[in-house]
């Protein structure tokens, strides 16, 4: 098997020969994760919402299947007691493939099969990944999201609403210029980029403002993806829609001429810009395949934004359900150490455990195994590779937070393989399941969700940030290389330093940072695999996010646009004139 649903074919022909057998003389095919989700069997959205207990009254319902939760309902839980976050994170991602997602809601379902009740807490996905390399981002074989296209597709129009708010900012800034500039802003500091929820790298830097005095300034400006966006990291931070406001007036927009900043309060821009989100700021239900609750809302990236589902998703779900289970962006270094140090800290979220996901594939991989070799027994790369799962444990423990290591299993690992995972998880005495969720659903993943909640009951819970908050911004940047990358320190460029002080004259020094860092390495080097050693990270540029309430530190080449690949996912999908979609994952 060289992909996920051929791997799923292997599984169905194991528990059941001869039906497989016959459907593939039959149909000569095999289900992709849309068509599966296509012949999904949903409930009405006041079903899955009743379910939790909340009434018709405190949902906003989108169609059928997907609905807004009302304020009326947080207002109604405000006072219930929380039940027990779960963070899903993983090792460094590969070409092979963890399955993050997909264990998340394979986890939220086996859950409900050993009795328990839990609410899963997803972030949205972005159309830039969508049409780009990734393909559909709802999860996958018999572990997703539902319905599907629309998840993956606009959604509840949350993107849109941030991308407006965060271009109507943009516009009034230069407007502000054109119709006399009293402020006195310099249009060489501009600080804040125009968005756009699509990888289009041509994009990145651009003049605007050309042909004559009507058109406006002409001056250099750029576009990031929306989900990079500072509106996007303040929406996912924001405790309500009074606070959300309050974050977007203080979005450092500009400098004047003499130096001084201008904020988006300055420009009179907060009141319309909360008035395009007040929607987008209620958090959004759907359901799994097997009809179990889920809340989607916001979408940073964690390689170049913090990477988590907002604060309000995942309090309500602690409310909602006995278990909260919420994921965070790419490997651990990057996703898990922001929701921690950053989510954690502004919300007030105390994580029961950490549950890691691995693939044994992308554990030989980081061994030195070609992607095309993968599906070979290599026990001797496994053991190389293998490193990095240990270094995403010790990772998480430097948090005190108990680890549940989830395998992701496909067909062709092997017994001797298995065990090599199993005797170093042992010797970081860390639980590890092997799950079977991408085939078999809630039922491949009970005994990840038992040993998760008996890890819950009986394992030490110490946890704590990584960093004091008062330390100066280079000490935090310091100790997160060093502790989280295993890095022997941090440089910083001339324009990095010219930016540090900017940012601590402003007073901003004792906020926590935010590193935009390559996903693929515990470096800043996408090439280093496994545990690299005798690096030092390099910060090439700071950013301040005022609003959002941390630094965002760029490190190596880490683009806050991304491109599209030679063969962008977006070829392959398509959509018949029954508006029935198909190729999208």
Not at 190 to 198: G, Q, S
């Amino acid at each position: 098997a060289q992909s996920p649903n051929e791997n799923l074919l292997v599984f169905r022909f194991l528990e059941n020969p001869k039906n497989i057998l016959g459907r593939i003389l039959e149909d000569n095919d095999m289900l992709t994760d849309i068509e599966i989700a296509q012949q999904a069997k949903m409930l009405k959205i006041t079903e899955v919402a009743a379910k939790l207990g909340i009434t018709e009254d405190e949902i906003e319902p989108y169609g059928h299947y997907k609905a807004k939760l009302s304020e009326e309902l947080f207002a109604k839980t405000k006072n219930d007691p929380d039940g027990k976050l779960i963070l899903v994170t993983a090792i460094n991602p590969t070409p092979a493939g963890e399955g993050k997602t997909t264990i998340s809601v394979g986890l939220t379902e086996a859950m409900a099969k050993i009795g328990k009740k839990a609410v899963l807490a997803l972030r949205e996905p972005s159309l830039g990944p969508v049409f780009g390399i990734k393909g559909g981002a709802a999860g996958g074989g018999y572990a997703q999201v539902v319905p599907m296209e629309d998840i993956n597709l606009h959604f509840t129009g949350d993107m849109h609403a941030i991308t407006a708010a965060n271009n109507l900012l943009c516009a009034l800034l230069d407007n502000h210029m054109q119709q006399g500039n009293v402020l006195g802003i310099d249009q060489r500091r501009i600080m804040i980029d125009r968005c756009l929820d699509m990888n289009d790298r041509a994009l990145r830097n651009i003049v605007i403002g050309m042909g004559g005095k009507v058109n406006g300034i002409p001056r250099q400006d750029g576009f990031r993806i929306t989900v990079a966006s500072e509106v996007m990291a303040i929406l996912c931070l924001a405790s309500d829609l009074a606070d959300l406001k309050q974050r977007l007036s203080k979005i450092l927009v500009a400098y004047t001429y003499d130096g001084k900043p201008v904020y988006a309060h300055d420009l009179g821009a907060e009141g319309a810009m909360t008035a395009l989100l007040k929607d987008a700021v209620k958090p959004n239900l759907v359901q799994t395949l097997e009809n179990n609750p889920a809340i989607m809302h916001g979408g940073p990236f964690a390689n170049i934004a913090h990477g988590c589902n907002s604060i309000r998703a995942t309090k309500l779900a602690l409310k909602l359900g006995d278990y909260a289970i919420t994921e965070a962006g790419f490997g651990s270094d990057l996703g898990a150490e922001k929701f921690f140090d950053i989510k954690c800290r502004f919300g007030g979220l105390k994580p029961s455990c950490v549950v890691l996901v691995a693939t044994i594939r992308a554990l030989k991989y980081n061994g030195g195994v070609p992607k095309t070799e993968l599906t070979a027994e290599n026990v001797e790369a496994l053991e190389k590779g293998v490193v990095n799962l240990k270094t995403h444990i010790e990772n998480m423990h430097k948090f005190g937070l108990p680890v549940v290591v989830a395998i992701n299993r496909f067909h062709t690992d092997t017994d001797a393989e298995i065990e090599v995972i199993k005797r170093v998880c042992a010797e970081l005495n860390t639980p590890v399941s092997l799950a079977e969720i991408f085939a078999k659903g809630g039922e491949g993943g009970t005994d990840l969700a038992q040993k998760v909640c008996d890890t819950i009951e009986t394992a030490e819970n110490n946890f704590h940030y990584l960093y004091d908050e008062k330390l100066s911004i280079k000490e935090k940047l310091d100790t997160i290389a060093k502790e989280i990358y295993r890095a022997d320190g941090v440089i910083f460029t001339k324009q990095a330093e010219k930016a540090l002080k900017e940012i601590e004259d402003l007073g901003f020094g004792g906020t926590p940072v935010c590193v935009a860092k390559t996903q693929y390495s515990l470096s800043d080097d996408p090439t280093k695999l496994g545990k690299p050693e005798n690096f030092v990270i390099t910060v090439r540029d700071l950013k301040l996010s005022a609003g959002a309430g941390f630094v965002v530190a760029l490190t190596g080449d880490i683009m806050i646009m991304p491109g599209l690949p030679k063969a962008p996912a977006a070829l392959k999908i398509d959509c018949d004139s029954n508006g029935n979609i198909s190729g999208l994952f």
